[in-house]
T-cell receptor, first 110, second 113 residues
Framework: GQSLEQPSEVTAVEGAIVQINCTYQTSGFYGLSWYQQHDGGAPTFLSYNALDGLEETGRFSSFLSRSDSYGYLLLQELQMKDSASYFCAVFSGNTGKLIFGQGTTLQVKP | EAQVTQNPRYLITVTGKKLTVTCSQNMNHEYMSWYRQDPGLGLRQIYYSMNVEVTDKGDVPEGYKVSRKEKRNFPLILESPSPNQTSLYFC????????????FGSGTQLSVL
């Protein structure tokens, strides 16, 4: 089967750096995505990794290691508005299946 | 404005009364999908469609139907809703595949009494 694991909660202070890990088990792995969701809102796309390495988009970076079935989302210079839930999701092959993790709630404190 | 439009935003119904949640996108996306979100369970895929007239089951398809007669529309149908289908539902689309950037609708909070 397919499964993803990520921490349920992370707390950090404004201005700090936080890393949210995601490990996965899946057949036919194709790529790993990250989404942000504020309370009551729709998920919004942050990043997508299909190849090993680091992808950087502003304050957010995402990393993938296919050999370790592991990825992470790195948030730098944390701001209060970054308080939200973050989901990793794996995409398998050329099917339309997308499996989400259970989400990590990030609380940013002043 | 590029968007995925879902309606209604809130819906309260009773067990067994058929309902449809509409989803429409204006970005000419080939891929569309439906998810339900329950506390502690994340987002679970119900159905997806890779293109017009092509639909397939996700992880939790029981009790749901979909259709994709036109590229822009992907309605979710509950023929006989039950209380365990009370949930927050999201429709999403992307240009070609699930792994690409998904655009989500604003969600439908469904309560089945």
């Amino acid at each position: 089967g397919q499964s993803l694991e990520q921490p349920s909660e992370v707390t950090a202070v404004e201005g700090a750096i936080v890393q949210i890990n995601c490990t996965y088990q899946t057949s036919g792995f194709y790529g790993l995505s990250w989404y942000q969701q504020h309370d009551g809102g729709a998920p919004t796309f942050l990043s997508y990794n299909a190849l090993d390495g680091l992808e950087e988009t502003g304050r957010f970076s995402s990393f993938l290691s296919r050999s370790d079935s592991y990825g992470y989302l790195l948030l730098q210079e944390l701001q209060m508005k970054d308080s939200a839930s973050y989901f990793c999701a794996v995409f398998s092959g050329n099917t339309g299946k997308l499996i989400f993790g259970q989400g990590t709630t990030l609380q940013v404190k002043p | 404005e590029a968007q995925v439009t879902q309606n209604p935003r809130y819906l309260i119904t009773v067990t067994g009364k058929k309902l449809t949640v509409t989803c429409s996108q204006n970005m000419n996306h080939e891929y569309m999908s439906w998810y339900r979100q329950d506390p502690g369970l994340g987002l679970r895929q119900i159905y997806y469609s890779m293109n017009v007239e092509v639909t397939d089951k996700g992880d939790v398809p029981e009790g749901y139907k979909v259709s994709r007669k036109e590229k822009r529309n992907f309605p979710l149908i509950l023929e006989s809703p039950s209380p365990n289908q009370t949930s927050l539902y999201f429709c999403a689309s992307s240009f070609r595949r699930a792994g690409e950037k998904l655009f989500f609708g604003s969600g439908t909070q469904l309560s089945v009494l």
